[in-house]
């Protein structure tokens, strides 16, 4: 397969993770540049490709090609791989990626409106379709914009930045806002992290539902991975971390059961659909060199059981 036009993070650590054996089927549920999707095909699986932005499935098509008969691209939110799966005529599966968060790709590229580093429109939807972060910043109330800093971006002073931005409005450029949110929170140009930071990622996590879709998509992995399947994800933030961490705890039994001072909620124990829950794998400083993006990521692998999905067989 020819080279990836950008850098999956933790790929060696994603690949033994899964342990790849010959004509297995696996699902990349965040195909982006393709990254995963060619390092699995490559140990000579077949590869189902969820993404839910047109331009991936798009560039993608040439890989589809090199892949003769191995690779299908499914224009889809990862969150309906079960429903996605059986209406292509595939049931189980062997192994299931999941690299959350926005693609570099989507980051590199101004029109898309993702990142500050260079000037775009503000836009941000994964999808290319619905609200835009221009719709958001400009329409929004100044309390549900302060919520949304809040809880998504961990902002500890989003009621001020959420004060600059309506002052402001009208806001259409992501540098505009990048400066809107400098301006109210004070940044030096040594400074290591910019303060924009958080108020970028938590206007594209609430656009794109993008914490809904990890706990549906976790769920619907739990359904299409056979016994024995291994889940992998990938993590880039505390709040997506914290997710796959207590799902995982929860569907591994690892969460307490009660006892004399706490008593259990119901007398019937969900039985262990996941074990082998791997600890936790991040970068280590030669991979952190070659790709910055590394440096926040964090892999958790576990391998499913033969019990049945929480809430009943699939």
Not at 174 to 196: C, F, I, M, Q, S
Request: glycine share 10%; proline share 5%; net charge neutral.
């Amino acid at each position: 397969m020819s080279a990836a036009p950008h850098i999956p993070v933790l790929l060696d650590e994603v690949i033994a993770g899964l342990a790849i054996q010959p004509g297995e089927v696996h699902v990349d549920g965040t195909f982006g540049a393709g990254g995963y999707t060619r390092a699995i095909l490559a140990k000579g699986a077949r590869v189902y490709a969820f993404d839910r932005d047109p331009d991936a499935i798009a560039e993608g098509e040439a890989l589809v090609e090199e892949a003769k008969g191995q690779l299908s691209l499914v224009p889809e939110r990862f969150s309906r791989m079960f429903e996605a799966l059986a209406e292509r005529g595939v049931g189980a599966v062997d192994g299931v990626t999941l690299d959350i968060g926005v693609s570099s790709m989507q980051l590199d590229r101004a029109d898309r409106g993702f990142s500050f580093q260079a000037d775009g429109p503000l836009d941000m939807r994964m999808e290319q379709e619905g609200e835009t972060a221009a719709d958001f910043v400009n329409g929004a109330d100044e309390a549900a914009i302060a919520d949304v800093l809040y809880h998504f971006g961990e902002e500890p002073r989003s009621r001020r930045v959420a004060r600059a931005i309506v002052a402001a409005r009208p806001i259409t450029r992501t540098g505009e806002l990048a400066n809107v949110v400098r301006k109210a929170l004070g940044h030096k140009p040594h400074d290591k992290k910019d303060p924009a930071t958080r108020t970028f990622q938590a206007i594209r996590i609430h656009l794109n539902r993008e914490l809904g879709e990890l706990e549906d998509g976790l769920q619907a992995a739990e359904r299409v991975l056979k016994p024995g399947g291994r889940l992998a994800v990938v993590t880039f933030h505390s709040l997506e971390d914290r997710l796959v961490k207590r799902f995982l705890r929860e569907r591994s039994g690892a969460t307490p059961q009660g006892s004399r001072h706490l008593p259990e909620a119901s007398k019937e124990r969900q039985m262990p659909t996941f074990d082998r829950v791997a600890k936790p794998a991040r970068a280590g400083e030669s991979e952190v060199a070659r790709n910055p993006r590394a440096r926040s990521a964090t892999l958790r692998v576990a391998h499913r059981t033969a019990a049945a999905p929480k809430g009943g067989a699939a």
